[in-house]
């Protein structure tokens, strides 16, 4: 069993930075594709960004390349996703999700554990 706590989130204007963290529990933590959700009021949950177990390899939806930057710290069990030029179109509660493998998991279907969720609110 792997917890998820996000923390990071909250209210910044349009052009600001955020950083979420993401610490989960458990000894495997390195081995785990990581990844994070984003579910804005009314829409469904949609993948942001993730990165592999072991080698690290990084994705990213079309419309935060450039923006946001996922990384991972295996010693301290932490995935982190630092958010530059937030847009009010990012508003959302964001997810932090672990697969069950190395791989990324890209759909909400992959993922095996959830964190509680962060809202992130960017005002115009």
């Known amino acids: 069993q792997v917890q998820l706590v996000e923390s990071g989130g909250g209210l910044v204007q349009a052009g600001g930075s955020l950083r979420l963290s993401c610490v989960a529990s458990g000894r495997a933590f390195g081995t785990y594709g990581m990844a994070w959700f984003r579910q804005a009021a009314g829409k469904g949950r949609e993948f942001v960004s993730g990165?592999?177990?072991?080698?690290?390899?990084?994705y990213y939806v079309d419309s935060v390349k450039g923006r946001f930057t996922i990384s991972r710290d295996n010693a301290k069990n932490t995935v982190y996703l630092q958010m530059n030029s937030l847009k009010p179109e990012d508003t959302a509660v964001y997810y932090c999700g672990a697969g069950g493998t190395i791989v990324v998991p890209t759909a909400g279907s992959r993922v095996a554990y959830w964190g509680k969720g962060c809202l992130v609110t960017v005002s115009s």
């Open positions: 990165i592999s177990g072991r080698v690290g390899s990084t």
